[in-house]
């Protein structure tokens, strides 16, 4: 089976971004979103991915930003990966010339496979738990019987995960990755190192 890779989001420090590096994790994620306690300025970011070791990839989070903000940003920022949280549509994710993954927020009643079609370009889709008036990053879990089998996407899985439980859902949902951010940290916007160390050996269990 292939191996299941992993993205730490929130990163707001160097020390942070590269405990999560060694302890394996894929990719790290930054929030360029400003009401999030874990956003990061542009200068930030550069700081953090100038001091990464070659093939982590670097994921930039937006919620509903503006063509112009964002282009801002990805002229300061050398990020890999877009992850648009917000609302959204398949015009607004495309056209940034880099490959993009789409969170959506799930919730009993909807129909996954159709919002994953809608996202076409997309090189991924991240499943993660609907919470009235929070774009991401509750800590919530979701109910993971409602991913169903052979989405046309990878699937990334977010959404409450820790230590704890990581390993049983990736059992259940066999996502292409997992993402976490409030499950291994000391506070809002600082990482936690065991708990990145235990979170990581769970992925590699599961």
């Known amino acids: ?19 999560a590096v060694d302890a394996g994790a894929d990719a790290i994620g930054l929030v360029f979103y400003a009401k999030s306690p874990r956003a990061v300025t542009a200068q930030q970011a550069r700081a953090i991915i100038a001091q990464l070791p070659p093939f982590v990839t670097t994921v930039g989070l937006f919620v509903d930003a503006s063509r112009c903000e964002l282009n801002e940003i990805l002229e300061l920022v050398p990020l890999d990966l877009l992850q ?21 927020r799930v919730k009993p009643g909807d129909d996954i496979a159709a919002q994953v079609e809608r996202y076409q370009n ?50 259940q949902v066999r996502p292409y990755a997992v993402d976490v951010s409030g499950g291994v940290e000391a506070q809002k916007g600082i990482k936690d190192a065991e708990k990145i160390r235990a979170f990581m050996q769970a992925v590699k269990a599961g």
């Not at 089976?1 to 405990?19: F, N, P, W």
């Not at 648009?84 to 959506?104: M, N, T, V, W």
Request: proline residues 7%; aromatic residues 6%; hydrophobic residues 45%.
């Open 1 to 19: 089976m292939t191996a299941v890779r992993s993205k730490i989001c929130g990163i707001t420090r160097i020390e942070d971004a590269l405990l």
């Open 84 to 104: 648009f949280h917000g609302d959204e549509s398949p015009a607004d994710c495309d056209g940034f010339q880099r490959p993009y993954i789409k969170a959506l």
């Open 122 to 171: 997309a090189s991924g889709v991240l499943l993660d738990t609907y919470v009235p008036g929070i774009p991401g990053g509750t800590g919530e879990t979701f109910d993971w019987s409602l991913v169903p089998q052979g989405l046309a996407k990878p699937i990334i899985l977010a959404g409450g995960l820790h230590a704890g439980n990581v390993a049983a859902a990736i059992a």
